[in-house]
């Protein structure tokens, strides 16, 4: 599938690949840019509503913390005042208290008890209840037994504590607000239990999150019995998502904010553990909507992005032919030339990169027939050589004709030395003006250095051997033609000619690494370091040669031939020492011709 595509794209035109690679590098960078940017502003919108929750948290905690201080302080009143313990002990001993002492009592005891209650606008009321009927009711604050059990909570085993969502029966009346209070029992040293205290508040003074109507929250209060409240804020669903946080576990320590996604509906959970009421109060709120209408903006900007890519594709494509149009131009002339039109010329140059392409190819052109027919006036001089080596191979067989005539004549008065020199003249004639097209034999160069100190030695009054020590494989080896003859040449004329006394030559061959190495050594005047330096600097181009002797030029010529022949790893290597020797050493590979 993959492969499919590539193969797609690259039978692209070249208008559409420069398009769509504009329009690539147009839309990953504002795709990424608006990827982070809808990123950021979904997170943003989490992060303010839980920031929003947990302020909200933070403030019904202060709110309820100072209802419950004031429940506390009211009940812990009304547990140290002692006229109201002197007559619920007296009521629980089922002793007879006079009128005068209970008119006393209420209008000192009770009245001021029922300012701090009123006073408190908390409060929905404080009723204590005697243990039995024995006692005086006093309303609004002191009942009997009897009343108590018609109160909702009166019928729990253990009733004390803080009890929930309950309506006032205290009369047998209908109202339905729903109350919740602290009920703690009063007990003495003498009589164990004298009397129960129920402080009551609303409900929804109480914990007015569950009461507050704001769109889109909606909170609950768990108690640790497992029981819920919701006030007015019941929503559908709701209990059961109480329940499987329920499930989940709350933790027990401080505000606990977070965000979650359930049902399709993103939502912002804080919970508060209130260990004084032995409950948990929990508020939700729904960002569903704040979040789809970042989603929504999302949507739409994609949307916009798309309708402004194809106009845009249009667009791009639109210049990006007009730019083009040179280059197709171009191309539709180099398809011409294809065709074997060399004649036909690209118009219209201009001075962009595309002009400049125009002209080259032009030039190219002018080369081509210029190449062309320098490789046909090539061919005819080739021809020309060709047969200008076939006179010189006639020459030369007039030559030899004529030598071997001096040489009978020689041979006939007796001038044997006379006749060996011409013979060894002849060779030599024969190997220089031999056409070879490719290399020779080490043999054949060795058999020509032969002839060629044979006719030295007539020149000089001291002899110059030649020593030989080259193995089977090496006289095989192929090498240029005239490629020892030079160095040969050069021990000679720079070494033992100033000598003038008899010598050797010595050539070595030596095997090794898939190389062949033959070494020359003359033992003639040889050279100082610096003298050697300077010939090698010489041969490697580094230090201009001239034309005359002694410059080097010929040695130079054999290592150029040598690594026209073999690489730029092989060639000649120079080792001298003044007064004693000088040794040339030709590297090339192993090749057999």
Sequence with gaps: MGRHWKEKLNGLKLNKKFTLV?????????????????????????????????????????????????????TQFFLNDEPLLRMLGKAARQEKTDTGELMEFYHSDIASLERLVNS?????????????????????????????EKMGWAGAPDYTGWNYDYQDRL???????????????VEDYENGLIGVIETAVTME????????DIRNEWS???SEDGNLYFGRNEQEGSEDFVRLKMEEGFEKDGIYTTYTRQGGEHLVISYLYIREMQGTLLSVKNITENVHYVYRMRNIFVAVMLVLVVGLAFLINFIVMRLLRQFYDILKSIRIIQRGDLGIRIQNCGNDEMGELGIQINKMLDRIEQLMKENIDRELLAKNSEIRALQNQINAHFIYNVLESVKMMAEIDEEYAISDAITSLGKLLR????WVSGNVTVEEEIEYIKNYLALINLRFDYEIYLSLNLPEEILKQEIPKMSLQPV??????????????DTNIYIKGILGDGDCMIEITDAGKGMNEDE????????????????????GIGLKNVQDRIRMSFGEKYGIDIASKSGCYTKVTLRVPMRYV
């Design 220 to 222: 609950c209060f768990i």
């Design 431 to 434: 190997y220089s003006m031999k």
């Design 171 to 185: 009369f047998d009346n209908r109202n339905t607000e729903e109350i919740a209070s602290l009920v703690t029992k």
């Design 120 to 148: 408190n606008t908390l409060l929905y009321g404080v009723r204590v209840y005697a243990v039995n009927d024995s006692v005086q009711e006093m309303m609004p604050v002191l009942y009997s037994r009897s009343r108590m």
């Design 22 to 74: 504009i329009i690539l590098f147009v839309i990953l960078p504002i795709s990424i840019m608006a990827g982070v940017l809808f990123y950021n502003m979904e997170q943003n919108v989490i992060s303010e509503n839980r920031n929003y929750m947990q302020y909200t948290m933070e403030r019904n905690k202060d709110n309820i913390w100072k209802n419950i201080d004031s429940v506390n302080m009211t």
């Design 488 to 501: 040969v040449e050069n021990s000679i004329y720079h070494g033992i000619e100033e000598l003038a006394e």
């Design 532 to 551: 050697v330096e300077r010939l090698k600097k010489k041969i490697a181009g580094e230090i201009e040669t001239g034309g005359g002797a002694g410059n």
């Design 205 to 212: 003074n109480l914990l007015p999150p569950l009461y507050e």
